[in-house]
């Protein structure tokens, strides 16, 4: 059994952890902070666990919280975890942070998007991305796992392999992007307000979102060239799912039979990413940990679809899934 | 043209009322009002007025209003538009209050449910309740018009004409309602966060609902007894619509027939409720001023199905219906 | 390892139930059908399945089925449903029947409220109602269980505790429940087209629901008197979940402690039904297995509130509990 | 007062078409057709028109419709138009046709897209593309109007006056689309069914979808170029709006201020685009005839966002500004 915290147990993602925690075989949850005064009861945060978690909030310090537990979830806001990792790693944890803080694996270009200096570069470049359908090899060992943003990650995962076989382009990609409301987070604000947002489908942070550089890093490790990207996110009135449209150029002819072909060969054995013949909904994985995507050739564009659970593949199910490959569980306890 | 204001024009009630006004034949908008410092102009409020409305909102005392417009709609606050009725009053405006304040007849019953004593009794007892399906001959000559709310207004549609044709008993009538979320108001707050309410549905208030009182004085009214009224509020994830389905004792036995026959007798020539004999859906009257109700016998019990868009005949809608009585204008002026 | 067979694998509780199963330890899938005739791959018709269960539908007769499948989960519609029962039984195979044809114990009542006669009274008096909280030692050794309706759980769980303490009548019940749209099939019909049932709130069947004699015979048995229900269901635009709202009489003044503390001593023992002090929200138990229940006084009536999610709980989740008690595994089993 | 007729009177198109024209000062609903036997009435296929329009849908030849109507709105299905037009004209109508089937100036292209010859090519040439705000000199005298597809219209008021501009390229323009359900039409289906489609967004049609040539022709007119479009539509969990994102490749260097100077310079007098500086949502158009307009340039490709309701600005409302174009009324009437 490994003992496990959760720092910051009041979001969703949080919530999410939660509950794919519950049915991990090798998990004890040990500890959960939140910076509420009060230390509320779990389930009085989050109603769903009644009756099935029975932990209080705890206000610690990440030292306190390494002496309890062995592994880590850190659910802080950007710029916080920072400040939360060097204490922890000191005291023997290994980290899982599902923010932003890790994920660039370099200060400038965090600096440039977050605007606020990195907060702990020295172990900016000790962090291990952590998709595992790319890295595994290096996830295994790492003691600071950079959980992958949603967007990058449903990005990543229809784009990757293409982009490794050398079928598409890295300039010039248009990512339009699509996400359910649970993605902005559980602070209640007046454009997540439901009247406000209900019924209703908007563009946000057009070429401003910092997902933005996370996807150029991660694409260009994979092809050792630079890689750029026209990034639009959307705002789609449902509580949990996103679904990528990318359009990019083929670097010669090809078919969709070839990009299809290309994406399952890069996904065998890999069971979370299912390369499917039909057009995705977000549906189809919603509550998993699954990412289904699909490909098509219009007129001399390539044109992918990939969606996901933004909570789950995109957040937490992925944190488990990386936990898996740390602790040398299988890869898809509790996730399947 | 009747130059009109409307205080607090940046709530939800506030901006169906725009809407409908802006196509009033005989309005001019001439003053809106909220307490935001920077004097917003309305279509930065409101994006859909773009276009449409080119004021600002500005933030007048009410002596300043009464100047500038005749008749003035307040959308504000229950416990604020009694600080600002007196004035307006006094400087020879008409008022359409389109909160709870001037509601209840009875200061010690506003004081009982409100938890605060009533700002301004004098006008109290002056003030005429704006249901003009039963009390338009009052409204006609009105100064001050207590806007109903959106509960007892679906509600007692139903109730009123069985209860006046000694159908029903007035006591033991359980009230179950169901709302849109916009009846909650603007202010961003966690259970209206989107991923809160969104694919959930949950009472509130139960036993605690402010538009208790209301119901039952109103009923009383109609029958010169007292009435009692069990209400249940629902939360529906919709942005608009009420449903409220109730069920009250026979004084004798009845049929369904005589139960329709009853409400046609009573709404002939209402335009603005229809009776059917379907069961309608909230949707059947959403951007309308229109209500549309049933009734059903089932065992030995009165049932009643009711539905309206809350914040138009609920609302913004019943305020300028009863504009309509007291300026002279055909009732569906603006509304059909 | 239980071999267990899906009758009916194409609906909304039938994927439930397959995704519940897929995680159930002792559980092998081993026969899905329909009556489609291209004998899909169960991932074709649940795009969620894919790479996760390898399963297509056949079309076979139930003795086939008995020969491949120990047990049973029954997801016809009614009617169809007592056609396969007889051969099933004979083949040696346990039946959970999550339609409604073995829930009334009464054939009579049966054909009054379904329009056709009872197609195997044999069987009917033998089944056992399948609610795990009233009824588990019957349970246990059955060898046909009658899966509860979704609206006659939410209900039973609140109100049946109340009534064998004797603290409220089993006559004058109101129930005004909250479904989500799953609760009406799989079958595109225009009342469930999208935009028609979307952003709207409406009554159906009013004193004609088929669950008014389940819920009303369940409440007899456990009082041993007759119990009499006005029951009106309303069509809620959300996926699923549903939230009962009951009326009582009680039978001598009683205080809101006092029912709790009936609610919380009946549940001791019994997980998956959590008595709250808040009022729930169908949220709450979203993709659980879970029953939150509490109630209040409101000036002389009992109310109460109970939400689960209609194709758990009031479905796939109870079948499993169901099997669970039927097999001697822990309760939880697959379901926590 | 022109009487008018509305053919297929029992769609969502036809509903709002009847709204607004309800509200219209010189138009008489003189006509309602279906090819229901049963004739219903107008308030019973649309309960929200109950107790507003006294009429019922006949099954009428369009030479009788031609009789009794001045002004023919066809709400049909493409393919079946063009079996209308014909005898409409011939009796002396004007028809304004919301379908497809005179959208295309090119039988040949028609054939290609709607898998079957056009039905009327002799009156195919004299249509008239119904996009007032590019073609009202046209319209004012059009006896066959071609109502515009709601993805075209939203597009292209976005990208038609850059194009004219010379701002962007005609060619490699991609247009990423995302509609609400409504756009799917009345006909229940399963992929339409609100537990299938809510909670989700998927692609649909990539790169075959039929408003494809529409938008590429209409580019092209404006140009004298020929246009190329990778279109993909999207379908979103809401009942209505349409938000185009589109992604083109400016011919020289251009900033974001000179995008929306030359918006503005081109909707300058034309009341329904309005062009914005924040990013618009669909529901700042929702129940309007407005389409909101805004441009970004994203690294080195132009950004737009255009915002309508597909169901008014996209189908009917659009249909009565034509209307109002060809008879001599101001653009606004009804429709402000």
Redesign the interface.
């Known amino acids: 059994m490994t003992r496990v915290a959760i720092l910051g147990a009041t979001g969703?993602s949080a919530l999410e952890l939660l509950k794919i925690l519950?049915?991990h075989p090798a998990v004890e949850i040990a500890v959960l902070t939140s910076r509420q005064e009060d230390h509320p009861p779990i389930a009085k945060v989050h109603?769903?666990l009644?009756?099935?978690l029975n932990l209080a909030c705890e206000d610690l310090t990440p030292a306190e919280v390494a002496k309890r537990a062995e592994c880590v979830f850190a659910c802080l806001p950007h710029g916080v975890t920072t400040e939360a990792v060097p204490q922890l790693l000191a005291g023997g944890a290994r980290v899982i942070d599902l923010s932003a803080d890790y994920r660039l694996n370099d200060g400038a270009t965090y600096a440039q998007w977050y605007g606020q200096p990195h907060g702990d570069p020295t172990h900016l470049a000790e962090a291990v991305y952590g998709l595992p359908e790319f890295f595994a090899a290096k996830i295994k060992d790492a003691r600071l796992i950079a959980n992958p943003g949603c967007y990058p990650t449903t990005t990543m995962l229809a784009l990757g392999p293409l982009l490794k076989a050398g079928l598409i382009e890295s300039h010039g990609i248009?990512v339009?992007a699509?996400s359910?409301?649970?993605g902005a987070g559980?602070?209640?604000?007046?454009p997540?307000?439901?009247?406000?947002?209900?019924?209703?489908?908007?563009?946000?942070n057009?070429?401003h979102h910092r997902h933005t550089p996370e996807i150029e890093q991660i694409l260009g490790r994979l092809t050792g060239r630079d890689a750029?990207v026209?990034f639009?996110p959307?705002l789609?009135?449902?509580?949990?799912?996103i679904?990528s449209?990318t359009?990019s150029i083929p670097t010669k002819p090809v078919t969709q039979a070839q990009l299809l072909d290309t994406l399952r060969a890069f996904y065998e054995g890999k069971?979370f990413v299912?390369v499917?013949d039909?057009?995705?909904?977000?549906?189809?994985?919603?509550?998993?940990n699954?990412c289904?995507v699909t490909a098509?050739?219009?007129?001399d564009?390539v044109?992918t679809?990939s969606?996901l659970d933004n909570l789950i593949k995109g957040a937490a199910g992925a944190a488990v899934q990386n936990f898996n490959h740390m602790y040398g569980h299988p890869e898809t306890t509790a996730l399947?």
């Open positions: 969703y519950l049915r109603p769903v009644t009756g099935r248009i339009d699509k359910g409301i649970s559980r602070t209640a604000k007046l997540f307000h439901y009247p406000e947002c209900n019924e209703s489908v908007s563009a946000y057009v070429g750029e026209i639009t959307h789609i009135p449902m509580d949990r799912g679904l449209t359009y069971p299912q499917v039909h057009l995705p909904a977000t549906k189809d994985t919603s509550g998993t699954y289904h098509r050739v219009v007129r564009r044109v679809i969606v399947a």
